[in-house]
C-alpha cells in the first residue's frame, strides 16, 4: 500500500467532511441519548427476532468512549469502536494534509490488498456479529 499526496481544487477533501460531521454528530448523540431514550434506543430487530443486530450495543460504546472506557466500549460492539479509530485517523490525516499544503491523499492498493481489504469489509461485520449473537447467551 502507498500513500500518494496530490494537489487538488476541492474545497475540503472526504475524511476532513466526515470527520467534521463526526465532531459534531457524535458529541449531540452522547448529549440527546439520556435526554431521548425512547427515540435514540431499543432495537428493532432485536425485538423482532430476539437476536442483536449488528450494531447493536452501539449506542452504549459510543456512550463508553466518552466517558474514557475505551475496553467497556470495545466489548459493548468492537466494529463501532474500530470504526470510530478508522474515521478519527483518516479525520487526522487529511487535517494534517491539508495543514502542509492542500494536498488530497490518495491510497493505493495492489491487487492483492484489493481483494484482502474486500474480503475484510464483509468478513469483520459478520464476525462482529457473530460476537454478539454469542455474547448473549
Known sequence: MRLVLTKTKDPFPLGFVFGLV??????????????????LSGCRFRD??????????????????FRGD?????LHNPLVVLGIALFAG???LSLA????????????????????ARILLVALPLINWGYLIWGQG
Open 97 to 116: 494534509v491539508e495543514v502542509i499544503g492542500r494536498n488530497e491523499m490518495e491510497f493505493i492498493l495492489s491487487r492483492r490488498e484489493k481483494i484482502a
Open 70 to 74: 475505551v475496553l467497556e466500549a470495545f
Open 22 to 39: 463526526g465532531l459534531v454528530a457524535l458529541p449531540a448523540f452522547y448529549l440527546l441519548q439520556p435526554r431521548f431514550p425512547a427515540l
Open 48 to 65: 423482532w427476532t430476539g437476536w442483536p443486530c449488528p450494531s447493536c450495543g452501539g449506542s452504549r460504546a459510543i456512550r463508553d468512549l
Open 90 to 92: 483518516w479525520f487526522l
